[in-house]
């Protein structure tokens, strides 16, 4: 019976990296199991950030380009922590999204619910799902009572339309 040879740690690690970006500690994580010579991994690993196929910003990038439309900031620092990403580049990409949250919160909103809550049950309702989501508690509030209708202008900060519970 023929028997497929394994593939080897290199070959496993471009078939990852082949279906999205990985970071170092994520393939680390991944492929310790199939390590049989110690120092092995960190060797192949080391050769294929050399090669440019592992990059930490291109990680960053894709996470955030994939999953800011749907999501907020805390979600997103947390994916991006938990793929073991340097602390400086988390930090400048959360930086970087505090600047649009309102909006985004806002569009997520309206794809969801699009009217204000006619009650606090509803309204209640409203904020949990988007907690839920990552979005922080001042945005949740501006956008639950506001309406989340950012004015045209582009301020995301200013409202057209205010409404009281």
């Known amino acids: 019976m023929f028997m497929p040879a394994q593939p080897s740690l290199k070959g496993r690690a471009l078939r990852l990296l082949s279906t999205r970006e990985h970071s170092r500690a994520e393939l680390e994580r991944k492929l310790a199991v199939h390590e049989e010579v110690p120092g092995e991994l960190a060797r192949v690993l080391n050769e294929l950030q050399a090669k440019g196929f592992i990059s930490e910003l291109r990680v960053v990038e894709s996470v955030v380009n994939r999953r800011a439309?749907?999501?907020g900031t805390a979600r997103i620092r947390q994916e991006l922590?938990?793929?073991?990403?340097?602390?400086?580049?988390?930090?400048?990409?959360?930086?970087?999204l505090r600047a649009t949250e309102l909006a985004?919160?806002?569009?997520?909103?309206?794809?969801?619910?699009?009217?204000?809550?006619r009650d606090p049950a509803e309204r209640g309702r409203q904020m949990r799902f988007?907690?839920?989501r990552g979005f922080g508690a001042e945005v949740i509030?501006?956008?639950v009572s506001?309406?989340?209708?950012?004015?045209?202008a582009g301020d995301d900060?200013?409202?057209s339309s205010q409404i009281s519970l």
Do not use: I, T
């Not at 922590?81 to 970087?96: F, I, M, S």
């Open 69 to 71: 439309a749907r999501v």
């Open 81 to 96: 922590q938990g793929k073991g990403l340097p602390p400086e580049l988390v930090h400048e990409a959360v930086e970087n």
């Open 104 to 117: 985004r919160a806002a569009a997520v909103w309206r794809k969801k619910f699009g009217e204000p809550p």
């Open 130 to 132: 988007l907690a839920s």
């Open 141 to 143: 509030r501006r956008v």
């Open 146 to 152: 506001g309406g989340a209708a950012p004015d045209e």
């Open 157 to 159: 900060m200013a409202f």
